[in-house]
């Protein structure tokens, strides 16, 4: 799990380089970069609810 942590914060690092490239960039360039946006927080989702998912089974042994 620490490794999909830090390699969300490299996501989100990246997110935010990209959002400063995109402002100089053209239209084609940033239709492709939403692209990777998508993909960036689709990865970022998938992280946060297995790190969700361990904590309620963390917790949920320690009420037993």
């Known amino acids: 799990m620490v490794i999909f942590n830090k390699i969300a ?3 989100v690092i990246l997110y935010s380089v990209f ?3 995109n402002t100089y960039l053209g239209e ?3 239709a492709q970069s939403n692209v990777i946006y ?3 927080n689709g990865f ?3 992280v946060t609810a297995l790190e ?3 904590r309620c089974q963390a ?3 320690l009420k037993y």
């Open 28 to 30: 084609t360039e940033r």
């Open 59 to 61: 917790s949920d042994a």
């Open 9 to 11: 914060l490299f996501f």
């Open 38 to 40: 998508f993909l960036m």
């Open 44 to 46: 970022a989702y998938i």
């Open 52 to 54: 969700m998912e361990k």
């Open 19 to 21: 959002t400063i490239i």
